[in-house]
């Protein structure tokens, strides 16, 4: 009567057993359908109104073409939908079965804890990856339908053809991918260190929180570029000309090896877990301080790599960067504020704008963040001796994003609406967003 | 022993930090038999079952299960089946659900598998269709039954398969189980309930703090137990009571302890002076119309050897 151990069960039928489970909870369902339909329905009724988010980045460009809504919907989701929903999600894959008391079932039904823990972080991918496209899909089709398929201006003000901006659109929502599967990783530590403990689902959602709270102060660039959260802001490079690769690919580097270290450190917990001892709940807080501490030190090594890399010690927001940064954008949006008003095309290097800005009054120094920047763009047209002035005033945040406020001439930059053939339109050179590059590693386009 | 073992265990340890959950256990379950594991709270149990299930290690000692040796791994031969702690169920599943995406799990078409005939033979057909979450403990417990029947284990474990079920229910799982026992399924089973395993079982293993204290078959508990009390109601209560303080080695217990009514003597002896006294009192012409144990043999003995082990330590 002798048998043979029992084989563990093959690692693709415990992922579909997973898949299964995941899927008849109403809170997944009920995800996925918002998903699927809420950004469309927000976008559309969004960017037909004439109060537009000019607060949310390319938010004053929604009414003039699709392709700023899935844009506006990556900012939201990068600072809270998407570190929530994967609580939600792998936050709960491994806390459910605690919950439920269904891990002894579970071990004898699959016989291999590696391949229970391959199914539930695949799983739990899977799931993730539906929400995200759900909501990309979702935000693209909602104002591609409700304002059409036309050109994007850049945070650089240059104009993305539509199939341009599309492109760019779908890369900045893959990018943002890196750092949402590294909060799905670190769902999936805290899942498995703290069982149904509330924080364990909650895992993600503070450290997103925390790690947001850490870019809206003045840090040194090479801890900005070292949390995995920078991917979330820093896909804006890729609106500009040239794209500001750096930055983003530096922060997607992080964010995949934030994902790999928390998935490792999760595998190792989970499989030296005892599921005989019912004091495994005594055990998280030493499981935890295991899980913690590695990532800080990740943190610590990151840091110190890029610091050594690049010289990113600084805020890296500086006066030359910040000019040539206002001049550009001024330059691509004049002409197309000219278009706007039918006149003589004229083109950039014929303009050949320049931006003085001081900080404070010149009372401090011309660095860092602050909405004390102030900028005069001057520039020539063709034909008229004369230099042509602007004033603006900047907020620039300790990102590198910046609101360019037009303080005048009212002619130029000084009212919000300009008066066209076909009616009052809104003013291009009124207001812009834009952003420095944290590293000056991109050359001036 | 003719009969080949499904469970032979010799030595078995299992420590958690300093706890001590198993204490050089040695156990052996004949092939095809219902064995019981009874024990107060704390005993090892649910250790002991899991390991049979294959959810940890003993850290000393030897186990062999249906034949097959197991090593310091994570492992259990195939064809064990069962559940500690209660069944592991996903609520948000109808029961039909939970045991297809079990079937799919190992491989088979749940139309084929034999869902629906494990669910007819718990009772719970009628609500197959119905989320696990509204159910009762009791049908918790025979879905989980029917979960670990699916897989036509040769070795069923299972950890208090009688909570929560009513008599009906009951009488249900003792007929699955006798009726696998008859085709050759070992079934090990705990549980707290001696009448349970006075029905099920033709061997227990009784634990206390971690040891085993007794095992072996139910006659021989039952034979090693000292003085019992017996309920005795006869039709004249004086005159039973006069024969009972005449016999000899029969103890009356004490008058003044609640009784179900005046007609009723509790006597305390051992089985030959028991017999001794029904014989005396047919021969006086009394009627004996109840004599039964205040508390079952079995429950007797749990208590007195459950008692001794844990006084001496």
Request: net charge neutral; glycine share 10%.
């Amino acid at each position: 009567m002798t048998a043979t151990i029992a084989r563990p069960v093959p690692a693709a039928r415990a992922y579909r057993f997973e898949l299964v489970k995941l899927l008849a909870q109403w809170r997944i369902r009920l995800l996925v359908l918002a998903c699927w339909i809420a950004p469309a329905v927000f976008v559309a009724a969004v960017s037909s109104q004439s109060s537009l988010p000019v607060d949310t980045l390319f938010g004053r460009w929604m009414n003039a073409t699709g392709w700023a809504a899935p844009l506006v919907m990556l900012g939201f989701a990068g600072t809270y939908a998407l570190p929530l929903l994967t609580s939600l999600v792998a936050g709960d894959v491994f806390a459910a079965e605690d919950r439920l008391g269904t891990w002894r079932h579970l071990l004898v039904a699959v016989r291999s804890p590696r391949r229970i823990f391959a199914a539930k972080a695949l799983a739990g991918l899977t799931g993730i990856l539906v929400l995200v496209a759900g909501m990309a899909v979702s935000s693209i089709a909602g104002g591609v339908l409700a304002v059409g398929s036309r050109p994007l201006a850049g945070l650089d003000g240059h104009l993305l053809t539509p199939a341009d901006a599309a492109a760019k659109v779908l890369l900045a929502w893959l990018c943002v991918l890196a750092p949402t599967l590294a909060f799905a990783a670190i769902g999936l530590l805290g899942s498995v260190t703290l069982g149904r403990s509330p924080m364990g689902l909650l895992l993600p959602v503070i450290v997103a929180l925390v790690m947001a709270l850490a870019q809206m102060l003045p840090l040194p660039v090479a801890v900005r570029l070292a949390l995995p959260t920078y991917a979330f802001i820093a896909w804006n490079g890729l609106f500009t000309s040239p794209a500001q690769l750096g930055p983003l690919l530096i922060s997607v580097g992080s964010g995949l090896l934030w994902m790999v270290a928390a998935t490792a450190l999760a595998y190792l917990i989970f499989v030296r877990r005892d599921f005989t001892n019912s004091g495994h709940d005594g055990l998280a807080r030493r499981a935890l301080t295991a899980g913690a501490l590695p990532l800080a030190g990740l943190l610590a090594v990151t840091i110190g790599v890029i610091a050594t890399a690049t010289p990113a010690m600084g805020s890296g927001i500086e006066k030359d960067k910040l000019e040539r940064s206002v001049a550009t954008a001024f330059g691509h949006l004049y002409r197309l504020q000219t278009a706007q008003l039918n006149r003589p095309d004229v083109t950039e290097a014929q303009l050949a704008a320049t931006a003085a800005c001081t900080k404070g009054d010149s009372l401090v120094a011309a660095v860092g963040p602050g909405n004390d920047w102030r900028c005069v763009v001057s520039w020539h047209l063709p034909g008229i001796d004369a230099t042509g002035t602007a004033i603006y005033q900047l907020d620039v945040t300790p990102d590198g994003r910046y609101v360019a406020d037009g303080d005048g001439p009212k002619e130029v930059n000084g009212y919000f609406q300009v008066h066209t053939l076909t009616g009052d339109v809104p003013n291009p050179l009124w207001q812009f967003d834009g952003n420095v590059e944290l590293l000056a590693t991109t050359t001036k386009g | 022993m003719d009969t080949p073992l499904a469970v032979r265990a010799r030595g078995i340890s299992k420590y958690f930090d300093e706890v001590v959950a198993l204490d050089d256990v040695a156990v052996d379950v004949a092939a095809g038999q219902i064995h019981g594991l009874a024990g107060p709270n704390g005993a090892g149990k649910t250790t002991l079952l899991g390991l049979l299930l294959g959810l940890a290690v003993a850290d000393e000692g030897s186990l062999e299960i249906l034949g097959t040796p197991l090593g310091r791994t994570l492992a259990a031969p195939g064809g064990v089946a069962g559940f500690v702690d209660g069944p592991g169920l996903y609520p948000s599943l109808t029961a039909w659900q939970n045991l297809a995406a079990l079937a799919r799990l190992h491989g088979r078409d749940p139309r084929t598998a034999g869902v629906d005939d494990v669910l007819d033979q718990v009772g719970l057909t009628d609500v197959a269709g119905d989320r696990v979450r509204g159910f009762s403990l009791g049908m918790r417990q025979r879905l989980g039954l029917a979960a670990a029947l699916l897989t036509e284990p040769r070795l069923l474990v299972l950890d208090e398969p009688a909570n929560g079920l009513d008599p009906a229910g009951k009488k249900l799982v003792h007929t699955v189980l006798h009726r696998l026992a008859e085709s050759g399924t070992t079934v090990v089973l705990s549980s707290h309930r001696m009448d349970d395993l006075e029905a099920l079982c033709a061997e227990v293993t009784i634990l206390a703090t971690g040891r085993v204290v007794f095992s072996g078959p139910l006659t021989k508990l039952a034979a090693e137990s000292s003085e019992l009390e017996y309920r005795l109601r006869t039709s004249d209560p004086a005159a039973a009571h006069q024969v009972a303080t005449a016999t000899a080695k029969i103890g009356l217990v004490d008058d003044a302890a609640p009784r179900p009514g005046p007609e009723v003597l509790v006597v305390r002896g051992h089985p030959p002076a028991l017999d001794e006294l029904l014989a005396r009192l047919v021969r006086a012409g009394i009627s004996v119309r109840e004599f039964a144990p205040v508390v079952s043999p079995l429950e007797a003995a749990f208590l007195t050897l459950t008692e001794q082990q844990e006084s001496g330590r």
